[in-house]
């Protein structure tokens, strides 16, 4: 076998929603990008799954291609001396004159890939229909996509017009190019259920097959499937088929954490969105991942069959998990290593895709509305240009070869105890499954050292890693005192952390007009002195700042390089702080931030005014102040992902929003369905605060939004809250007392 080859691809689905198209290349912004391939060379891959989408060169009509986009991409691709794999079709249904039930689909796709092998006759490796299976299942079966089907003969024709499509294809291409590839990509993954769900669960384990088994020719009389499709009037297509088969070169598998599927008739035990069924009977459909014990058999589970049914050269065609950053590199590594392992057993696993290297917008509603999901790829594209995230870094490591980053050794959620979501179902094996297996060759891990053991901020990142499975160590005054230079030497030399984060500091903003030099030394000194010792070794090291560096006479939210102006004590010393620690240059990241709300912070403003407002009485919040709320676990994971993908400078973090304290009151009331008339405006002198406050904080970025928007962060927040609630008076009831609403924030779990 040749050496394993990694390959790169960005999100480029075209799909079709009633009669809008929403196109992935044009929403990630590569359209007008053109330097992107630059940046997916310097990974090191050596392909590009790459699109010259039907939908997007002759979008009018047939006889009418544009090629001027596509020319000049493909020609710079080779240029940098990757090699093309070329898409015609990504999810979609074709240009608006067709879809995939029109009788003369095939035909006319047949025609767009002879034009297109014409005008590129040096492609030697083609895609020209993704995913056929998964496409006919959501356009034609369960109507998420155009043409909005729901119907099992409008299913299985739409497939077999796409088999019919890539056979035309590949027939016209090879006329062009003798030597042309076809690479089959389709999801793959298994159904596991309970016994009284088994005749779904077996169904589908047939029907995974259908697109490479259509493809080899196997779709005879003797296969499972013959019959059904037969008695949809297919028989005589399927005879065509198996007569004039075109097996792939190499079979494509895409495989997700969502791709492994768990049927169970017990309806109860899953929240009303996970119900579906069938003609006979109802059943919920969930992630295998998320119930099954032992886990399912995984990426290296379906390969290892994929390979036993075809012995066709294999390739993992799409490798992505839509999540915190080192889980999003563990996901990419492991199927790398997956592919190491099943080459020692002689499996031709041939290539690993980095796939979505710009991310992916709105997969988590199956791109069925445009609600401005983003999922981070190698590159972020809320920056401009384009960040590189740690999942780039992890892309060139497995290039060139190199250490991987700290953070992201070690399991990856769906190999620990957290993955379990619902009731665990303990399935039984009656025949031998493909092995799956996972282990490290990774020595004792390197902790991410954080200050601020009783802080809110510091006991919420240390949440945060122990969710992600980051190891931490949380240090407090007496394990760091940040006065004393010596010890704060022999702590980072004794814990050798990989990072620090400096989550300690004064917080009392009207007490620190009154103990200024206290508030100074805390904020300003101590941060200083941790940061020029991470300095001296090496290491990166992130700070807080917060809004009250300005003035307030900005008439647009603040952005990084705007100057400070601090009306406070607590505002100078943040200043100082950013100032002093940035001039440090190196691995240096300071976060400016605002106005906390937290499920797990029974003090800040958010849970006063919930505890007022559910006790039936008003509150007062300043009307004349302007700020932009943070979600504190948004903050956090935000946190954690910028110092892996190895950021440095001046960021803005706060979810992204401005409202006046009064109406960041009324949301929550409307959130947690209080009366938000309770809520009574005042100016801010009123209150007779000691520390001035800037009249307008909001907060802005130049250098990408990598935050939620404050609803969504509200809404979140008051998911935890309600979640709290109940357990609160549940515990209330079997003791017999009142429930506090939060009288144990401990008790949430994430």
Known sequence: MRALELWGGHECTVNRIGDTFHDQTVRSGHQHRADDLERFADLGVTALRYPVLWERVAPGRPDQCDWGWTDKRLNRIRELGMRPIAGLLHHGSGPAYTDLTDKAFARAFGNYAQATAERYPWIAEWTPINEPLTTARFSALYGHWYPHLADER?????????????????????????????????????????????????????????????????????????????????????????????????????????????????????????????????????????????????????????????????????????????????????????????????????????????????????????NGHYEVGAFDVRADPPRPTGIAAEVARLARGGEPHPATQGPGWWRRDIRMAFQPVFRTVDTPEPRAEWRTEAGPSRPLLITGATGTLGKALARACEWRGLDYRLTGRSDLPLDDATAIAAVLDAARPWAVINAAGWVRVDEAEAEAHACMVANADGALRLAQACHARGLPFVGYSSDLVFDGRSDRPYR???????????????????????????????????????????????????????????????????????????????????????????????????????????????????????????????????????????????????????????????????????????????????????????????
């Open 154 to 370: 409008a299913f299985w024709g739409a497939l077999l017009n796409q088999i019919d499509g890539t056979r035309l294809a590949m027939r016209a291409i090879r006329e062009v190019n003798s030597k042309a590839r076809l690479i089959q990509t389709e999801d793959l993954g298994r159904t596991y259920s309970t016994k009284a769900v088994a005749h779904q669960s077996d169904f589908d384990n047939i029907r995974r097959w259908m697109t490479w088994d259509l493809l080899c020719g196997r779709v005879t009389p003797e296969h499972r499937l013959w019959a059904r499709l037969d008695h949809f009037g297919f028989g005589e297509r399927l005879r065509i088929i198996a007569d004039d088969p075109c097996p792939p070169d190499v079979i494509g598998v895409n495989h997700y954490l969502t791709s492994d599927r768990f049927l169970d008739h017990r309806l109860e035990l899953y929240p009303p969105e996970r119900r579906g069924g069938n003609e006979f009977m109802a059943f919920a459909d969930v992630e295998a991942v998320r119930v099954a014990l032992p886990a399912p058999g995984g990426l290296e589970g379906v390969l290892e069959e994929a390979w036993a049914r075809y012995g066709l050269p294999l390739a993992v065609t799409e490798s992505h998990n839509g999540c915190t950053r080192e889980e999003q590199v563990r996901w990419l590594r492991e199927a790398w290593e997956v592919a190491g392992r099943l080459r020692k057993r002689h499996v031709d696993v041939s290539a690993v895709t980095a796939w979505a290297l710009l991310g992916t917008f709105d997969w988590n509603s199956l791109l069925t509305r445009d």
């Open 560 to 750: 990084e390089s705007d100057g400070s102006a601090p009306l406070s004590v607590y505002g100078a010393s943040k200043a100082r702080a950013e100032a002093e620690i940035l001039a440090l240059r190196g691995g240096v990241l300071m976060i400016r931030t605002a106005a906390f709300f937290s499920p797990f912070d029974p003090h800040n403003f958010a849970a006063n005014v919930i505890r007022t407002l559910a006790a039936g009485h008003a509150i007062a919040a300043a009307e004349d102040v302007v700020i932009s709320p943070t979600y504190v676990p948004d903050l956090v994971d935000a946190t954690l992902d910028l110092l892996i993908d190895g950021e440095t400078g001046l960021r803005h973090l706060a979810n992204r929003g401005a409202v006046t304290w009064a109406d960041f009151a009324r949301m929550l009331a409307a959130e947690l369905d209080l009366d938000p008339g309770l809520v009574r405006g005042a100016p801010v002198e009123s209150f007779g605060w000691p520390a001035a406050r800037p009249a307008y904080a909001a907060l802005g970025t130049e250098r990408g939004w990598v935050m939620p928007t404050l609803a969504n962060g509200i809404a979140r927040y008051g998911a935890m809250v309600r979640h709290a609630q109940f357990a609160s008076e549940a515990e209330a009831l079997a003791d017999g007392g009142r429930p506090d609403l939060f009288a144990r924030p401990g008790a949430l779990a994430r």
